[in-house]
Protein backbone atom coordinates (compact mmCIF):
# COMPACT_ATOMS: atom_id res chain seq x y z
CA UNK A 1 0.00 0.00 0.00
CA UNK A 2 1.33 3.17 -0.87
CA UNK A 3 1.76 5.72 1.51
CA UNK A 4 2.67 9.25 1.53
CA UNK A 5 2.81 11.72 4.74
CA UNK A 6 3.37 15.28 5.41
CA UNK A 7 5.29 16.86 7.58
CA UNK A 8 6.35 20.38 8.78
CA UNK A 9 3.67 22.83 8.36
CA UNK A 10 2.82 25.68 10.94
CA UNK A 11 2.55 29.36 11.19
CA UNK A 12 5.11 31.80 9.65
CA UNK A 13 4.84 35.14 9.14
CA UNK A 14 5.61 36.90 6.21
CA UNK A 15 8.68 36.35 4.62
CA UNK A 16 9.52 33.79 6.92
CA UNK A 17 10.06 30.20 5.55
CA UNK A 18 9.15 26.46 6.22
CA UNK A 19 10.36 23.20 4.97
CA UNK A 20 8.20 20.64 4.03
CA UNK A 21 8.79 16.83 4.18
CA UNK A 22 7.13 13.82 2.35
CA UNK A 23 8.20 10.38 3.78
CA UNK A 24 6.67 7.83 1.23
CA UNK A 25 6.53 4.02 1.83
CA UNK A 26 5.26 1.23 0.35
CA UNK A 27 6.39 2.22 -3.73
CA UNK A 28 9.84 2.61 -5.52
CA UNK A 29 10.09 6.22 -4.95
CA UNK A 30 12.65 6.12 -7.68
CA UNK A 31 10.54 5.11 -10.32
CA UNK A 32 7.61 8.13 -9.73
CA UNK A 33 7.71 12.12 -10.21
CA UNK A 34 7.13 13.47 -7.02
CA UNK A 35 5.16 17.13 -6.64
CA UNK A 36 3.82 19.49 -4.40
CA UNK A 37 -0.06 21.23 -4.91
CA UNK A 38 -2.11 23.24 -2.28
CA UNK A 39 -5.60 24.29 -1.67
CA UNK A 40 -7.22 26.65 0.30
CA UNK A 41 -10.90 26.19 0.40
CA UNK A 42 -13.38 26.66 -1.98
CA UNK A 43 -10.52 26.47 -4.77
CA UNK A 44 -9.37 23.42 -7.12
CA UNK A 45 -5.72 21.85 -5.92
CA UNK A 46 -2.66 23.97 -7.03
CA UNK A 47 0.04 22.72 -8.82
CA UNK A 48 3.24 24.59 -6.92
CA UNK A 49 5.98 22.19 -8.49
CA UNK A 50 7.71 18.57 -8.80
CA UNK A 51 11.02 16.53 -9.26
CA UNK A 52 11.16 14.44 -12.02
CA UNK A 53 11.82 10.54 -11.46
CA UNK A 54 14.69 10.62 -13.71
CA UNK A 55 17.27 13.10 -13.43
CA UNK A 56 15.84 14.73 -10.83
CA UNK A 57 15.13 18.42 -12.47
CA UNK A 58 12.34 20.27 -11.10
CA UNK A 59 9.86 22.67 -12.67
CA UNK A 60 7.55 25.09 -10.68
CA UNK A 61 4.43 27.14 -11.26
CA UNK A 62 4.97 30.86 -11.83
CA UNK A 63 3.90 31.71 -8.04
CA UNK A 64 6.69 29.21 -6.93
CA UNK A 65 9.75 29.94 -9.29
CA UNK A 66 12.27 31.94 -7.23
CA UNK A 67 10.89 31.50 -3.97
CA UNK A 68 10.53 27.86 -3.67
CA UNK A 69 12.94 24.56 -4.31
CA UNK A 70 12.07 21.13 -4.40
CA UNK A 71 14.11 18.24 -3.65
CA UNK A 72 14.14 14.68 -3.21
CA UNK A 73 16.24 11.93 -1.38
CA UNK A 74 15.76 8.48 -2.78
CA UNK A 75 17.70 6.63 -0.39
CA UNK A 76 15.17 7.86 2.58
CA UNK A 77 12.15 7.88 -0.12
CA UNK A 78 11.54 11.50 0.97
CA UNK A 79 10.85 15.12 -0.73
CA UNK A 80 11.00 18.09 0.46
CA UNK A 81 9.25 21.51 -0.26
CA UNK A 82 11.80 24.55 0.69
CA UNK A 83 9.90 27.44 0.84
CA UNK A 84 11.12 31.43 1.32
CA UNK A 85 9.92 34.47 1.20
CA UNK A 86 6.35 33.14 2.20
CA UNK A 87 3.72 35.38 1.31
CA UNK A 88 0.09 35.39 3.02
CA UNK A 89 -1.43 34.65 -0.43
CA UNK A 90 0.74 30.99 0.05
CA UNK A 91 -1.61 29.73 3.45
CA UNK A 92 -3.07 26.60 2.47
CA UNK A 93 -3.10 22.53 2.77
CA UNK A 94 0.14 21.55 1.06
CA UNK A 95 -0.18 17.93 -0.74
CA UNK A 96 2.54 16.00 -1.75
CA UNK A 97 1.45 13.21 -4.65
CA UNK A 98 3.05 10.99 -6.89
CA UNK A 99 2.87 10.38 -10.45
CA UNK A 100 4.40 8.03 -13.50
CA UNK A 101 3.15 10.56 -15.75
CA UNK A 102 5.67 11.59 -18.23
CA UNK A 103 6.66 15.30 -18.98
CA UNK A 104 5.73 18.09 -16.74
CA UNK A 105 2.31 16.86 -15.57
CA UNK A 106 0.62 20.14 -13.70
CA UNK A 107 -2.82 18.65 -13.82
CA UNK A 108 -4.24 17.36 -10.32
CA UNK A 109 -5.77 14.55 -12.48
CA UNK A 110 -2.53 13.17 -13.64
CA UNK A 111 -1.27 12.06 -10.14
CA UNK A 112 -2.04 8.83 -8.73
CA UNK A 113 -1.02 8.93 -4.92
CA UNK A 114 -1.92 11.08 -2.65
CA UNK A 115 -1.13 12.69 1.01
CA UNK A 116 -3.49 13.85 3.63
CA UNK A 117 -1.79 17.17 3.51
CA UNK A 118 -0.17 19.98 5.98
CA UNK A 119 -1.44 23.10 6.66
CA UNK A 120 1.02 26.41 6.22
CA UNK A 121 -0.41 29.55 7.37
CA UNK A 122 1.76 33.06 6.55
CA UNK A 123 0.63 35.83 8.67
CA UNK A 124 0.79 39.45 7.55
Known amino acids: QVQLVESGGGLVQAEGSLRLSCATS????????MGWFRQVPGKEREFVGA????????YYADSAKGRFAISRDNAKNTMFLQMNYLKPEDTAVYYC?????????????????WGQGTQVTVSS
Open 97 to 113: AATVAIGSPRSASLWRY
Open 26 to 33: GHTFSSYT
Open 51 to 58: VRRSGGST
